[in-house]
């Protein structure tokens, strides 16, 4: 018999090396594992949070086109001048689609005859505009603007204000006006 073999029969520090260096082995395939799967938590964590403010990131430039959408389409509802009413005409159908479009488009030669002659000038802002719903393709959006009106009746002016309702549909990559509506 070895002297190796008597001291591990006995209990001796071979035993005792051969009991440490296993419950070491455990602790050292443990860790690595550990490692891992906190590696693994992480990564899919980084990934959802990536997304996540991903889409926000879209949901907010679809707000702000949406907005802009809106306010303009206000400004160029608002804004006529009889000098140049062809133009302003054309800027309110090209922010137009749908109903809201064709009925535009058919009232457009009695308008252009009725602003020509009241040689109506009318300058309009938007003061607030809010989202009350949007989606990916429509949209629902309250304006508050005024405008200041000219005409033969009123020369020096007039003060309008307008709160109005507008509904927008997504088309082409671009936001136009469907449909719009005095709500105040």
Do not use: C
Request: aromatic fraction near 6%; proline fraction near 3%; charge should be positive.
């Amino acid at each position: 018999m070895t002297p190796f073999r008597r001291l591990t029969r006995a209990g001796g520090p071979p035993l005792r090396l051969l009991a440490r260096v296993a419950r070491t082995a455990g602790r050292s395939r443990a860790l690595p594992a550990a490692l891992a799967a906190a590696g693994i938590l992480l990564a899919a964590l980084s990934g959802y949070f990536g997304v996540e403010q991903y889409r926000q990131h879209q949901d907010e430039l679809r707000r702000q086109h949406v907005l802009a959408a809106a306010r303009q389409s206000v400004l160029n509802f608002t804004s006529l001048d009889y000098r140049h009413y062809g133009r302003d005409s054309r800027h309110v159908l090209e922010g137009a689609t749908g109903e809201f479009r064709k009925q535009f488009a058919q009232q457009n030669k009695q308008l252009t005859k009725l602003v020509a002659a009241n040689k109506s000038v009318s300058q309009g802002q938007v003061l607030e505009a809010g989202i009350v719903t949007a989606d990916e393709s429509s949209a629902r959006v309250l304006v508050v603007g005024d405008s200041k009106v000219s005409n033969v009746a009123a020369p020096k002016g007039q003060a309008r204000n307008y709160r109005l309702q507008l509904d927008l549909v997504r088309e082409d990559g671009r936001w136009l006006t469907s449909d719009v509506e005095f709500v105040g």
